[in-house]
């Protein structure tokens, strides 16, 4: 009887010991976590080497403000260089084809650590500018969706979209309206995304040229996002970086309030597909690849983890951060003027405001993550070139 109730003993501390073990390794992964969680946007490092050259080809009205963000952030932290619009300009010569000329002090520094304004691909010049080792990546967008948003965004500047009294009626004869020979200002009109790239947005639709198009684009960048699922794509994007969590999360930028977004019929967006087809083809091989990225990469399981863990601290920094509980503001609603959004076209733009009583360090960090790209790139410039005149941000009275 003795030896038997020793036994049981010796038995239930064996368990205990096995409990306390796990107990004690669900505590250091949750520690982990939460370091690798917080320590980047408050100082520290995060584990492995980072890419550091990186070239973020910015698309339009893709979800491309908010990557922007990202990259911004990721270079005042790091005290990275970044090649940015020379003298007054605000783009790197866009709709032209890029040329190295467009940066500032590109003659004096010969190579810069990341590019992510708005530009039309020319690699050539691009590499003039950038290291060798550089990581290239862009953004797609649903095309339908994308031409959308472009025809209230750009309204009053296109041609083709300032004679057609809405989008339905534009599609129905897009050739009433869009003119070949003025591309220049009607790129937002057509294959925008193609363009982009560097390609020609009136090209017929024709399975050799497309394919062709599509591999060089393959060559070039090492990973291509989707503006429908970002957070899978910034999930692959930090893996491929070798940042920490903080490093990409992000809050949504240059989004329009539900009002300034129209409603598209079944027809409409056949007929956005079709005129649109070269878009169409490049978003729909991109999303059938990050997709296979994603599963051959991470698996379903592992991916769920990853964007929950990404969405369950936007929401912490949300909280921190943000005031009426990150709700988007109407840009009159917007306090501080440094954070008020551009207003083009007939769009909305919405931004945020911030909680009021931050303490210094918060408040820096927290500026950054709502900080509009016009006023980024302003901030950007005047740390980077303190001797030249500062970027004139009209619509800030500045």
Not at 101 to 108: D, K, L, P, Q
Not at 131 to 146: E, K, M, W
Request: net charge positive; aromatic share 12%.
């Amino acid at each position: 009887m003795m030896s038997m109730l020793g036994g049981l003993k010796r038995y239930f501390r064996v368990i205990l010991l096995l409990l306390l073990a796990l107990t004690l390794l669900l505590l250091a992964g949750f520690l982990h976590s939460d370091l690798e969680l917080d320590t980047p946007l408050f100082g520290g490092q995060a584990e492995g080497p980072p890419v550091t050259n990186i070239m973020f080809l910015k698309t339009h009205k893709t979800a491309s403000s908010t990557v922007l963000n990202i990259l911004y952030r990721f270079a005042e932290t790091h005290n990275l260089s970044v090649a940015l619009p020379a003298g007054s300009r605000v783009h790197l010569g866009y709709p032209w084809l890029f040329l190295a000329r467009y940066v500032e002090g590109v003659g004096s520094q010969q190579r810069f650590n990341i590019m992510c304004n708005h530009l039309r691909f020319n690699l050539p010049q691009v590499q003039k500018v950038m290291p060798n080792d550089t990581f290239y990546f862009s953004i797609l967008r649903n095309p339908v969706f994308q031409l959308e948003s472009s025809f209230i965004y750009y309204k009053t500047y296109a041609p083709a979209f300032r004679g057609a009294p809405s989008l339905d009626a534009f599609l129905a004869s897009p050739r009433t309206f869009y003119n070949d020979s003025r591309l220049l200002r009607n790129v937002y009109a057509k294959n925008n995304m193609w363009f982009d790239f560097g390609f020609d947005p009136n090209a017929q639709c024709e399975e050799g040229y497309v394919r062709a198009r599509i591999a060089e684009v393959e060559r070039r960048f090492q990973l291509v996002l989707i503006a429908e699922h970002l957070d899978e794509s910034l999930v692959l994007l930090r893996r491929r970086l070798r940042w920490a969590l903080d490093d990409v999360v992000a809050f949504r930028l240059n989004s329009r309030s539900a009002r300034s977004v129209a409603r598209l019929s079944p027809e409409t967006r056949e007929r956005a597909r079709s005129w649109c087809a070269l878009d169409w083809r490049l978003y729909e091989h991109f999303n059938r690849t990050l997709w296979a990225q994603l599963r051959a990469e991470l698996g379903p399981r592992r991916l769920r983890g990853e964007v929950e863990r990404l969405r369950a601290r936007r929401r912490e920094l949300a909280t921190l951060c943000l005031q009426d509980g990150g709700a988007l503001k109407n840009h009159t609603q917007i306090r501080d003027p440094r954070l008020r959004p551009y207003q083009p076209g007939k769009a909305d733009i919405l931004g945020y405001n911030l909680r009021p009583g931050l303490d210094n360090r918060t408040l820096g960090v927290c500026q950054r993550l709502v900080m509009p790209e016009l006023q980024y790139m302003a901030r950007l410039y005047a740390l980077q070139f303190p001797e030249k005149p500062r970027k004139n941000i009209p619509f800030l009275g500045a």
